[in-house]
């Protein structure tokens, strides 16, 4: 069983920076197209960032030019680079493969708060 540990979250000032991490067990992740997603309250879950085998990146519009996605394979371990916070950017984060017809139980997530 696949288990996704989320963590690197927490309270920020707009205009800061914060780096998530996702961890999965096992030594799999190199096979597959990995996601950042966020899910504030009230709203659904949405995905944010994704990231190619061969480490090709693609963004959501609302954090482009301001977030970074990237892996470790040898360390099974995808991170999350945000700069330039914002108020809005305030969510629960979640990492999970976005290869389709796979979906994996949900971690618990790692929370992040930008406020002043």
């Known amino acids: 069983q696949v288990q996704l540990v989320e963590s690197g979250g927490g309270l920020v000032q707009p205009g800061g920076s914060l780096t998530l991490s996702c961890a999965l067990s096992?030594?799999?992740?190199?096979?597959?197209?990995m996601g950042w997603y966020r899910q504030d309250p009230g709203k659904e879950r949405e995905l944010v960032a994704s990231?190619?085998?061969?480490?090709?990146?693609d963004y959501a519009e609302s954090v482009q030019g301001r977030f970074t996605i990237s892996r470790d394979n040898a360390e099974n371990t995808v991170y999350l680079q945000m700069n330039n916070l914002k108020p809005e950017d305030t969510a629960i984060y979640y990492c999970?493969?976005?290869?389709?017809?796979?979906?994996?139980?949900w971690g618990q997530g790692t929370q992040v708060t930008v406020s002043s």
């Open positions: 999970n493969s976005v290869v389709r017809g796979i979906l994996w139980d």
């Open positions: 096992g030594r799999i992740l190199s096979i597959y197209a």
């Open positions: 990231i190619s085998p061969g480490g090709t990146p």
